[in-house]
């Protein structure tokens, strides 16, 4: 959750962004994020271009009623500093993707759709990237379903992966 003079707003950050040691109260500088819905949803979300960076304390006031609309979001109604992580035990895979996408960073690898990137429509890029659907179980949940592109992979498995085709990957 973010807080300007004007409103409060939920940001979304991914990769090196969501990894910085944030703590409530904390003054940041949060650029090129774009307005989405999500499960209809109002948020800010970020891009492979959008920094997040500490600023110096320059303590933004919070007010009870700036956390009321985190109240009505399910992302916010779980405590998560007792919890801790169930194992998740992968099971099978059921399918992998080894496809062309645009190189452009902003694109963030998005696959080619009849010759072209769907976002900035260039036509010519030499980058492949994968998609893996597993299976997996947790708990006495079982067959539970979930997609892990390149990039989360890589990051599972601490390595970079260089993939031409399928059945290199399998």
Request: glycine share 2%; with cysteine; hydrophobic share 35%.
């Amino acid at each position: 959750m973010i807080k300007d003079t004007s409103s409060v707003a939920k940001v979304c950050l991914f990769n090196k962004n969501a990894l910085s040691p944030f703590n409530v109260g904390d003054t940041v500088k949060v650029t090129n994020v774009y307005p989405k819905v999500f499960q209809t949803r109002k948020q800010l979300t970020t891009c492979p271009t959008s920094s997040c960076e500490f600023v110096a304390d320059n303590k933004v006031n919070l007010r009870n009623e700036d956390f009321g609309f985190a109240n009505l979001d399910p992302d916010f109604s779980e405590e998560l500093e007792n919890t801790l992580p169930e194992e998740i035990v992968l099971t099978d895979f059921t399918d992998v993707d080894v496809y062309i996408c645009c190189d452009n960073a902003a694109c963030r690898q998005k696959k080619y759709v009849e010759g072209e990137c769907p976002v900035c429509q260039r036509t010519s890029s030499s980058s492949k990237t994968f998609r893996v659907n597993f299976l997996f179980k947790r708990g006495e949940k079982k067959d539970l379903k979930t997609t892990v592109f390149k990039s989360m992979l890589e990051i599972i498995l601490q390595e970079e992966l260089i993939v031409d085709d399928k059945e290199e990957l399998i």
